[in-house]
Nanobody
Framework: QVQLVESGGGEVQPGGSLRLSCAAS????????ADWYRQAPGKQRELVAG???????DYADSVEGRFTIARDNAKNTVYLQMNDLKPEDTAVYYC??????????????WGQGTLVTVSS
């Protein structure tokens, strides 16, 4: 079974930066498309950024130009670089990935979430 483990969350002042990591562990798999979602208190989970297996990226309008999603296939890790953070970016951030294995249907995996707090 493949597990996704996020790290890199924390508290930062407005204008600061954080880099989230999402590392997949297991055996005999690869990561297909991957995304970062976030859920703020009292709000629905929203898609923040996505990256295809080929490296194409897409972003929510609210983070375009400030966040960058990237992947390291050799390490089975997906990153989210967050710059110029704003208080409204405060949320629990979740990693989601499509797990691909030979001779099996792809399955979806989710991380446990990492809290990002932007506050002065």
């Amino acid at each position: 079974q493949v597990q996704l483990v996020e790290s890199g969350g924390g508290e930062v002042q407005p204008g600061g930066s954080l880099r989230l990591s999402c590392a997949a562990s297991g055996s005999d798999f690869s990561i297909g498309a991957a995304d970062w979602y976030r859920q703020a208190p009292g709000k629905q989970r929203e898609l923040v950024a996505g990256i295809s297996s080929g490296g194409s990226t897409d972003y929510a309008d609210s983070v375009e130009g400030r966040f960058t999603i990237a992947r390291d296939n050799a390490k089975n890790t997906v990153y989210l670089q967050m710059n110029d953070l704003k208080p409204e970016d405060t949320a629990v951030y979740y990693c989601h990935a499509r797990i691909v294995r030979a001779f099996r249907l792809p399955v979806d995996a989710w991380g446990q979430g990492t809290l990002v707090t932007v506050s002065s």
